[in-house]
C-alpha cells in the first residue's frame, strides 16, 4: 500500500494504472475509519483491480467550527486497517494541496439540497461537492462507492455526476451498524459512556417508525417519534423526516410514493449524529 499526500505524485501512478487497464474503485473518507468505511473498501475490492481511499477531513464542508475542530484524526491507526484490509493507494493531502486558492465553484442541486441536512448544515452539500469533484478528478475511478449512512450525500453525488457528466458510477453501499444498532460514525468516539448507552434509541426510533407505518398518519408518527427521544437525557432531536427515497421530498401520507425513507439528525451533547431507515 502507498500513500501519497501530494496530488501530483498520485496522479502520476495513477495514470500509470489506466495506461495498463487496470480498473479503479474510490472510497472517498475523513478518517477515524470504522468497519462502515471498511465495508464500502471491500466492495470495492470485489469489483477493481486497484483499490484507493482517500483521508481528507475538509474543512470547507463543516459548518460548525467547533465540529471541525474536535473530528477525530488517527491517520497512522487508519493506514493500518486499510492496510489490513487490502487497499492498494492511500491518499491523504493537505488542506493547502487540495485548496491552494479561494474556492469559487458553486453548484445547484435544485430541491435535493433543499431538505434535511442541506437545509439545517448550510454550505454543506456545496461543500462537499466541491471536495468530490476534485477527488474524483484527481483519482480518475471507474467506480466510487458512498455509505447509505450519508444518504442525502449519496442523492447530491449522484446529480454531481450527472450534472458534470463525470465518467464512473457511484455505488450506494448499506449502512453497517453495531451490535446494539448504533450507526457507526467516527463521531461515536466523542459520545460519553452514558450517551452511547442511549444512542442506540436513534435505530429504535427509526425502527417503530417502520412498524407504526400504515398503522398511524405521518404527522402522528413525527410528533410521537420526536416526542419520545427529546425524552432522552441529553438528546435533542434536530429533526426526523420521512421523506419519498428518490426526490428526498418529505411525504404526507403512506400511498404518496413508493419507496419512503424515515431520517433522523439528533445532538447527543454537541455531538450531531444522523441515520435512516427505509420503510417502504
Ligand atoms: P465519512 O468519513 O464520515 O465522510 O464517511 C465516508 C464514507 O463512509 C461515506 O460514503 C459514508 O456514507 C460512509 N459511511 C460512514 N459511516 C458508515 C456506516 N456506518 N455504514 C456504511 N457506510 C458508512
Redesign the pocket.
Known sequence: MIVYTSIKDIQSAIRQHRADGHSIGFV????ALHR??I??LEQSIKENDINIVSIFINPIQFNNKQDLEKYPRTLEDDCKKLEEAGCSIVFAPSAGEMYPEEVKEHYDFGQLEKVMEGEHRSGHFNGVAVVVKRLFDICMPNKAY?????FQ?LAIIKALVEQENMPLEIIG?????EEDGL????RNVRLSPEERSIAPEIFKSLNWIRQQAGERSIGEILILAEEKLNAMPGMKVEYICIADEDTLMPVQSWDEADNIRAFIALFMGDVRLIDNLKIK
Do not use: V, W, Y
Open positions: 472517498p473518507t475523513m478518517g462502515g468505511h465495508s464500502l458512498f455509505g447509505e449512512k450519508d450525500q453501499c448499506p449502512i453497517i451498524r450507526a457507526m460514525s467516527s
